[in-house]
């Protein structure tokens, strides 16, 4: 993976600043390098396929120098909503190393976020009524 883009957000009044809903789950999007996985998405955006589970494990790099994992995504029936191939402008220096890439969007019933430091977790369901 090499980005990652993802938000909630709540609609609130700009004037009063009172909540004006419940909370909105923007599409869940990464960029990847092209690879085994591209024919795979692609059916999944084409046929409108349900995925059960998807985990996207989150590293970082401890005082020590060593790579952990620290984070987890749970997302439950996830459906691909959009996958872009992107081939990067090899006329251009900085193109030229870069191999071709996809953006993939994802659109979820449940998030789960897990620190896995004390197991400290939140879930939410779009269909879970939220009232504001």
């Known amino acids: ?3 990652f883009n993802h938000g909630v957000h709540i609609p609130y009044d700009n004037t ?4 004006t809903g419940t909370r909105v789950h923007d599409q869940l999007s990464f960029t990847k390098e092209l ?4 024919p795979y ?7 409108g396929e349900t995925l059960q589970q998807a985990i996207i494990k989150w590293y970082r790099i401890n005082d020590a120098g060593v790579k952990e994992k620290f984070m987890h ?7 691909v909503v959009a996958v872009t191939p992107v081939m990067h402008n090899f006329k ?10 996809e ?16 197991n400290i977790s939140y ?7 939220v009232v504001a």
């Open 41 to 47: 998405l692609n059916r999944a955006v084409c046929q």
């Open 73 to 79: 995504i749970i997302l439950k029936n996830v459906k």
């Open 103 to 118: 953006s993939i969007s994802l659109a979820y019933e449940s998030i789960t976020w897990l620190y896995l430091e004390g």
């Open 92 to 101: 251009n220096t900085g193109g030229q190393m870069n191999n071709p890439t």
């Open 16 to 19: 009063f600043g009172k909540l």
């Open 123 to 129: 879930t939410d369901s779009w269909n879970q009524r």
């Open 35 to 38: 690879d085994k996985a591209t």
């Open 1 to 3: 993976m090499q980005s």
